[in-house]
């Protein structure tokens, strides 16, 4: 069974500093790989996804994604962090059953992002 | 881009009592939908998968006589939660895929959230 997990319940990092949130893959097949931020008491945000192609993934206000296989991550980066950064980041995969893709998605654990000022 | 429209954003109902909720792919149809439960500080449950004029797909230990889902149209599902208990709150989100190519296509795109509080 598809699973992603995020090992870090939070990130604190200084205004202007680069960022890093964690996410571990585990997957028969390929994978395909998303990053979805949540602000308080709304629905989740597309970020970036990893599908095929190029390693390093460019998504949204800023943020990129590095897919390793050798390492089974995809890890949220982005160089110079912002205070309206803060937020909840969910790390998902898309389940596949045998060679069906069943459209869903599997949510990591959620990590919770503090910059400060 | 492609926006998903849920409604009601909170609502606030007697144990016993049950609630409707919307969810509206406002510029794309979506002959799928996903509601997901969210408890507090916690992930994404997924519930079912609503699936335009057939039945909804329930994961495991959902129940479905609790939780009707009906999904009449390429833009609409509803989520109602029958007989509501306080337990039962929570925030509920619907998601549908969007189609067509690009970075943001075959994503799945989120409404805002319900947020239900069970008296």
């Known amino acids: 069974a598809q699973s992603v997990a995020q090992p870090e319940d939070q990130v604190n990092v200084a205004e202007g500093n680069p960022l890093t949130v964690k996410c571990t893959y585990s997957v028969s097949g390929n994978p395909y790989l998303f990053w979805y931020v949540q602000y308080p008491n709304r629905g989740l945000q597309f970020l970036l996804k990893?599908?095929?192609?190029?390693?390093l993934v460019k998504g949204s206000y800023g943020f990129e994604a590095e897919f390793n296989k050798s390492q089974t991550s995809f890890h949220l980066k982005k160089p110079s962090a912002l205070v309206s950064d803060s937020a909840l980041y969910f790390c998902a995969v898309r389940d596949i059953v045998g060679s069906s893709n069943t459209g869903k998605l599997i949510f990591g654990q959620g990590t919770t992002l503090q910059v400060k000022p | 881009g492609a926006v998903v429209s849920q409604h009601p954003s909170r609502v606030i109902c007697k144990s016993g009592t049950s609630v409707k909720i919307e969810c509206r792919s406002l510029?794309?149809?979506?002959?799928?939908m996903f509601w997901y439960r969210q408890f507090p500080k916690q992930s994404l449950m997924l519930m079912a998968t609503?699936?335009?004029?057939?039945?909804?797909?329930?994961e495991q230990g959902v129940e479905k006589d609790k939780f009707l889902i009906n999904h009449a149209s390429l833009t609409l599902s509803t989520l109602t939660v029958t007989s509501a208990h306080p337990e039962d709150s929570s925030f509920y989100i619907c998601?549908?895929?969007?189609?067509?190519?690009?970075?943001?296509?075959?994503?799945?795109?989120f409404g805002a959230g319900s947020r239900l509080t069970v008296l």
């Open positions: 990893y599908i095929t192609g190029d390693n």
């Open positions: 998601s549908a895929r969007t189609q067509g190519k690009g970075s943001g296509a075959n994503v799945l795109t």
């Open positions: 510029d794309f149809q979506a002959t799928t």
């Open positions: 609503s699936n335009e004029g057939s039945k909804a797909t329930y």
